[in-house]
């Protein structure tokens, strides 16, 4: 298996809602990574973890929470999102942190109204 | 830190040759991408190049890494309607205690039937 799964595909919420997005890979990588990507732009480094746990956190607002609950899967709740959090919001892995490949999956498209 | 810079937008016609070209300012980057992003989907990882090299062939195609020049390019042989999309140039920028992918800003090719 060699994919990065992330659901939703789409995710409308309104600014007073909580969700997730979820994460998914199997390829035994140990660093996991969450993008942020405005239309017509270049995703952005949000959040890294090695090993479970958090190595890098871009400065995000803490209405971002990432969690990792073991190896396979990494998480990113949303609570009192603003309507520019709009974006495509891409997860990917690879092997170890600063590994040179890095597998991105399909992203969730987010819509905050 | 270190900045990646591409031209916003290519036309080609079909069964032409594409280059898609690409700065960077960190001549210490190790590892040079291309990544293709088709509309509303992920990021797919095309080809690399480790900084040692200065051309790699895969197929239909060609990575040319100019050191002196911090300057790198991907030529795209018979390209196909199938190849539109946006590209983006990433570099591999060891920082300190972390390692990060900085992406360009994207090309954008159109391919003309």
């Known amino acids: 298996d060699t994919e990065v799964t992330q659901t939703p595909k789409h995710l409308v919420m309104g600014m007073t809602n909580k969700k997730s997005l979820k994460c998914e890979q199997h390829?035994?990588?140990?660093?996991m990574y969450w993008y942020k990507q405005k239309a017509k732009k270049p995703p952005e480094l949000m959040f890294v973890?090695?090993?479970?746990?958090?190595?890098i956190n871009e400065s995000v607002p803490s209405r971002f929470s990432p969690e990792c609950p073991n190896s396979s899967l990494l998480n990113l709740h949303l609570h009192a999102l603003q309507p520019e959090d709009s974006a495509l919001y891409l997860c990917a892995s690879s092997q170890l942190e600063g590994a040179h490949e890095q597998f991105f999956g399909p992203g969730t498209r987010l819509t905050v109204l | 830190g270190e900045d990646v810079e591409q031209s916003l937008f290519l036309s080609v016609r079909e069964g032409d040759s594409s280059v898609i070209n690409c700065t960077y300012t960190d001549s210490s980057s190790t590892y040079l991408y291309w990544y293709k992003q088709e509309p509303g989907a992920g990021l797919q990882l095309l080809t690399y190049i480790f900084s040692n090299m200065d051309m790699k062939q895969d197929q239909r195609l060609t990575v040319l890494l100019n050191k002196k020049d911090k300057h790198l390019s991907l030529r795209i042989a018979d390209t196909q309607t199938g190849d539109s999309a946006i590209y983006f140039c990433?570099?591999?920028?060891?920082?300190?205690?972390?390692?990060?992918?900085?992406f360009g800003t994207g090309t954008l090719l159109a391919v003309q039937p």
């Open positions: 973890y090695s090993y479970e746990k958090l190595s």
């Open positions: 990433a570099a591999l920028n060891r920082g300190g205690a972390t390692n990060k992918l900085i």
């Open positions: 390829m035994g990588h140990r660093a």
